[in-house]
């Protein structure tokens, strides 16, 4: 990136992300991340078992900050049963040099040293009543203990959770906290991620989003990839230059692809990749996984909470298929 692009995207960031660090945001409208315990079967909707969140402390912002995580149990209510309880998920905290510059931590999960950094902490949540549907916090968090990355406007941290054993699906929710014992956002801060493993609304009429980031304008496309949408509705990309474009949806325990062509107004802005549900069918704890590439294999980011706000497609609806 020039460095006047730099800084118009670390304004955008500071301008736009007040309400920045619940994950899945407010407005992408998932109900919860999930991740299964490593004897699942994929047909569950999980296809690795692990899933990394980063999120972002903004230059300038020295206090400590807290990582929650809301039930992280897997057990009671918000969590998917197979046969007994018997999951084990760990959450881990990576700060330091290489953690979240490390390239394989930028690729699908699990491969090579997607761990890299420092182990900041950790802990291993499994059928624990004390934690069903109530917020644990790791910290405090010294921010400097994040990677320094000056393309992202600050301080990184890079938060694995794994599935380390049995076979239940775990449902919680992230948040970075000012505060230990309440949900206070830091100004400013935000949360991206490669790859999203998530449990879809129930209700068909729900329509949940994603937000990649177009942030280079060598990008002439895009490919999406999504697991075991078990044909539920439509997945389709809104943006600033496109009314509607349909991408392709899988089916049980299968991968789907499709490609979308970037437009050059859509450098610098978020897509909208709306994920509807089927109106007329009853597809009931829907769990998927979904990423992006650009035309040279690597992941674009997602943020919780779009870059610019939520893109508004300028031209006339009716010159595009809606
Ligand atoms: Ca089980
Ligand atoms: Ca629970
Ligand atoms: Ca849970
Ligand atoms: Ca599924």
Not at 37 to 54: M, P
Not at 124 to 134: A, C, P, Q, R, V
Request: hydrophobic residues 30%; glycine residues 10%; aromatic residues 12%.
């Amino acid at each position: 990136m020039s460095k006047l692009l730099k800084l118009s995207f670390i304004l955008l960031l500071v301008g736009t992300m007040v309400k920045a660090q619940p994950v899945p945001g407010a407005d992408e409208n998932i109900p919860n991340l999930i991740t299964f315990g490593a004897n699942a079967e994929t047909s569950w909707g999980d296809a690795n078992f692990c899933q990394i969140i980063f999120f972002t402390v903004p230059e300038g912002h020295n206090a400590p900050i807290y990582i929650k995580v809301f039930d992280p149990d897997c057990g009671g209510e918000n969590d998917e049963l197979q046969g007994e309880w018997n999951t084990q998920t760990s959450f881990s905290i990576y700060g330091g040099q290489g953690s979240c510059s490390s390239e394989d931590a930028k690729k699908l999960n699990l491969d090579g040293n997607y761990d890299e950094g420092t182990l900041l902490a950790s802990q291993t949540f499994g059928n624990d009543s004390e934690h069903d549907m109530k917020w644990y916090t790791f910290g405090p968090i010294n921010p400097s203990e994040g990677e320094y990355l000056p393309d992202e406007g600050g301080h990184v941290f890079k938060i694995i959770i794994e599935g380390v054993d049995g076979d239940d699906g775990n449902m919680y929710q992230l948040f970075m906290s000012t505060k230990k014992d309440s949900e206070d956002e830091v100004e400013g801060g935000y949360a991206f991620y490669y790859k999203y493993t998530v449990r879809l609304h129930d209700n068909p009429r729900e329509i949940s989003h994603i937000y990649p980031y177009v942030n280079d304008s060598s990008i002439v496309s895009i490919k999406q990839t999504n697991f075991d949408w078990d044909n539920d509705g439509r997945i389709i990309v809104r943006s600033v230059a496109t009314a509607y474009k349909p991408m392709k949806i899988s089916g049980d325990d299968e991968w789907a692809t499709s490609m979308y062509d970037i437009k050059p107004d859509e450098y610098n802005t978020s897509l909208d990749i709306q994920m509807h549900k089927n109106r007329t069918g009853d597809y009931r704890n829907n769990n998927v996984v979904i990423y992006f590439e650009n035309q040279y294999g690597e992941l674009l980011k997602s943020y919780s909470v779009p870059i610019g706000g939520v893109p508004k497609y300028k031209g006339n609806p009716g010159a595009e298929e809606l």
